[in-house]
């Protein structure tokens, strides 16, 4: 099964129908903070958890609904192909009046769910803060974090590891002074919890258990080329004498790097080092649930939060490699890195779509999503772009922004012919470098591959003052003149062919 289409109404920040076209593919999607993508993670996170209890979708509504547009709201998923693998259409929705996706015969969505793979930055966010009294516990991290909606296969009906710890929680907290309830009582309560606890998490950590938590998680981690090998201990939770905390709780670390154990780990991992084990852990857990489902979607919200440029090409490899039954869906909020694996990892890659969510605003003044699919262009293919963009403005009358858009082709054309075999003045400041100086260096350099010719020299050297001049953006002694635009757009695209590029 695969995603072909997300439609979303009235859902957190979503205001009225918004629509995903996803294909089939996998999605790579930038938003701004606070655009909404996350909600775009809840909607779809909600959409296959309701297969297995019943939401409130109250709670969910965008805030700004009228009385008579509350409860209209909904998620609707369609597939293609379907659970059976027939190229046809199947929808399932979400929405208040409707209990859940539950369609009679059809576990396709219910079987999804037990794969447990939406993960988002907040599961991530102990990592800062697990570093205490010169040892590490990962204890926090995996319970509350990575591993909370984690369910044992080995105890039948089991809850989610992280409510079992907040079932063991909630009866260490349980008063007896002045109530009925009585200190014997608490103690069967506490001892019963944290036995039901104990039985599903120590599965991890047993060397001969199929849930055995470095099974899979090693083998992903050593993909990250870190040369870690791991060794993880839990010592087994008790309540204090008092019965009023919990103590020994404890997954400890010991760690061996490129076979030579290092006596600190708390020193040796790093917060990019501690992320990667974090998500190899995560990933492996879901790959170690039963495969044989129609439907495996991966979500993967903000988690390259974390993570170096050395760390980020690796779990992009993996997941291309480890992951190919899933379908994958990850969001940033970061710009660079987007336009990064857009441009370059994504390039001519038929797996992939790209969305942008922006953060815009509705007529009545509150924020909505816009979102935006973005072709995800090669190393060349963003000049035509922006040309083109140029050229649409200027067709529809707003020469300003088809100023901004043509200054960036010219700029980057320039930038990418140079790249690696013009010299450029040197600057300690790149960004102190201006267009005119790659410009200077092009026509300077002279190849057997370069084909630049004198009038379109002269066409630029006139240009520059009136449109490509990066300074004229707000000079009330230039405006871009519809004509001058115009020849703007003529000679780029003969610059781009001349330099071949």
């Known amino acids: 099964m695969r995603i072909k289409k997300v439609e979303i109404k009235d859902y957190k920040a979503f205001y009225g129908k918004n629509e995903f076209s996803v294909d089939g593919k996998n999605l790579f999607i930038y938003g701004e903070n606070g655009s909404g993508k996350s909600s775009f993670y809840y909607a779809l996170k909600d959409f296959f958890q309701s297969s297995t209890e019943v939401l409130n979708y109250n709670e969910t509504e965008n805030i700004f609904l009228t009385k008579a547009q509350k409860g209209k709201g909904y998620i609707e998923v369609t597939f293609n192909p379907d659970k059976d693998g027939t190229a046809s259409d199947k929808k399932y929705f979400l929405k208040k009046s409707s209990k859940n996706t539950y369609v009679a015969g059809d576990t396709s969505i219910r ?36 591993l909370k909606h984690f369910k044992s296969i080995a105890i039948t009906g089991s809850k989610e590891l992280g409510e079992l710890w907040e079932d063991v929680e909630k009866a260490i907290s349980k008063q007896t002074e002045g109530t009925a309830y009585n200190i014997t009582q608490k103690k069967t309560d506490v001892q ?20 055995n938590i470095l099974k899979y998680a090693q083998p992903i981690l050593d993909k990250f080329g870190h040369n870690i090998e791991l060794k993880l201990n839990y010592t087994q ?62 979500f993967l919200d903000d988690i390259f939060i974390g993570l170096d440029i050395s760390n980020r090409l690796p779990l992009l490899e993996i997941l291309r490699t480890d992951f190919t039954n899933y379908q994958v869906f990850i969001t940033t909020y970061d710009k660079p890195w987007y336009e990064f694996v857009k441009t370059n990892y ?57 100023g901004v858009y043509l200054r960036s082709a010219f700029e980057a054309i320039l930038k990418q012919f140079c790249f690696g075999k013009v010299t450029v003045k040197f600057v300690v400041d790149q960004s102190k470098l201006t267009a005119n100086d790659f410009w200077t260096a092009t026509k300077n350099h002279s190849t057997a591959n370069t ?42 695209k003969t610059l781009k062919t001349e330099l071949r590029v």
Not at 238 to 254: A, C, F, G, I, Q
Not at 271 to 276: G, H, Y
């Open 111 to 146: 079987d999804a769910i037990k794969l447990k793979s939406f993960l988002t930055y907040k599961h991530l966010l102990g990592i800062h803060s697990i570093k205490k009294d010169k040892e590490i516990d990962l204890f926090d991290l995996l319970v509350k974090g990575v």
């Open 192 to 211: 019963k919890t944290i036995n039901v606890f104990d039985t599903a998490f120590k599965k991890l950590f047993a060397e001969n258990s199929i849930e």
């Open 346 to 402: 994504l390039h001519n890659n038929n797996n992939w779509k790209c969305f942008e969510i922006y953060a815009g605003r509705s007529k009545k003044g509150f924020t909505i999503p816009v979102v935006k699919e973005i072709k995800a262009r090669g190393n060349n293919d963003h000049l035509d772009y922006y040309i083109q963009k140029g050229e649409n403005y200027h067709n529809s009358g707003d020469n300003k922004a088809a």
């Open 451 to 492: 084909r630049l010719t004198q009038p379109t020299v002269s066409e630029i050297d006139n240009l520059i003052p009136l449109v490509l001049n990066p300074l004229n953006h707000n000079d009330i002694n230039k405006n871009e003149h519809s004509i001058e635009i115009g020849r703007t757009i003529r000679v780029l």
């Open 237 to 298: 939770a008790k309540p204090t004498l008092d019965y009023k905390s919990v103590e020994r709780n404890h997954v400890r670390v010991k760690i061996k790097f490129l076979g030579k154990e290092i006596d600190k780990p708390h020193i040796f991992l790093n917060e990019a080092r501690l992320s990667a084990i974090a998500i190899s852990i995560y990933l492996g857990m879901v790959k170690r649930h039963i495969q044989g489902i129609p439907c495996k979607v991966l």
